[in-house]
């Protein structure tokens, strides 16, 4: 890959990312248009990734902070409970947390970021290949198309994020891991099964892109010795 290469591929990055078009997907058909030969064809996509996560660190930094004064201010702290028949007991951690703004982001966010850990730590070398095959991407696509497409139908009930339920965090969690595929936009899919669910426009996307920073961080992570190796 030649530096006037992996600008252009940087571009596509970029011009892609923050659209429900999916950036992998292209990248995958940009590296195939300018004939990009690499043995390690995840690393790049990692890298560039990282231009993503700060610039979605310094757009929605409002959320993140939420959860970063809530672990570092509220989280431990016991507040008193009262009863139906008015006796005073210790509200539970979980319901604590869960009663707390930053508190259910940070819990939604857990939870919907295991579906996308499992795949990409235990499916590593399938994800790999995925990223060598342009039917692969063309199918992935039509897919991401049709998902999008769907949205069309679906009923604005207003759900704020104080309204989505640990399952809903699930199903989107599970609909980013499925976004691993290259050509499925993670973006697009996130923010459309959040609207199928029921979840309003600007927490849908929102919540789709501070869920994208723990698994972007951890696709660094998970591929740092491979970045280091490559110099």
Do not use: Y
């Not at 660190?57 to 570092?72: G, Q, S």
């Not at 008015?86 to 604590?96: D, H």
């Not at 980013?176 to 697009?188: C, D, E, H």
């Not at 199928?196 to 929102?206: F, Q």
Request: charged share 15%.
């Amino acid at each position: 890959m030649t530096p006037f290469q992996a600008l252009i591929l940087g571009m596509v990055q970029g011009l892609t990312e923050f659209l429900p078009v999916s950036s992998s997907g292209h990248l995958v058909l940009g590296k195939k248009l300018l004939k990009v030969q690499t043995e390690m064809p995840v690393t790049f996509e990692v890298v560039v990734h990282m231009g993503t996560l700060l610039a979605t660190l310094i757009v929605f930094w409002k959320p993140v902070w939420e959860i970063f004064a809530f672990v570092f201010r509220d989280a431990w702290r016991s507040d008193p409970a009262v009863g139906e028949n008015g006796e005073k007991g210790e509200i539970g951690l979980f319901s604590r947390w869960w009663n707390h703004l930053g508190g259910r982001l940070l819990i939604l966010v857990l939870i919907g970021t295991i579906p996308a850990g499992i795949v990409g730590v235990f499916f590593e070398d399938q994800i790999e290949a995925m990223f060598s095959s342009t039917l692969l991407v063309g199918i992935a696509l039509c897919v991401t198309g049709l998902l999008l497409f769907a949205t069309q139908w679906t009923e604005a009930r207003g759900e704020g994020i104080t309204d989505v339920s640990a399952g809903k965090g699930l199903l989107v969690g599970i609909a980013q891991a499925l976004a691993i595929t290259p050509g499925i936009s993670r973006s697009g899919s996130t923010i459309a099964t959040g609207l199928l669910c029921g979840i309003d426009r600007e927490t849908a996307a929102r919540f789709s892109f501070v869920l994208s920073m723990p698994a972007i961080a951890g696709a660094v992570l998970l591929k740092a010795r491979d970045i280091l190796d490559a110099g």
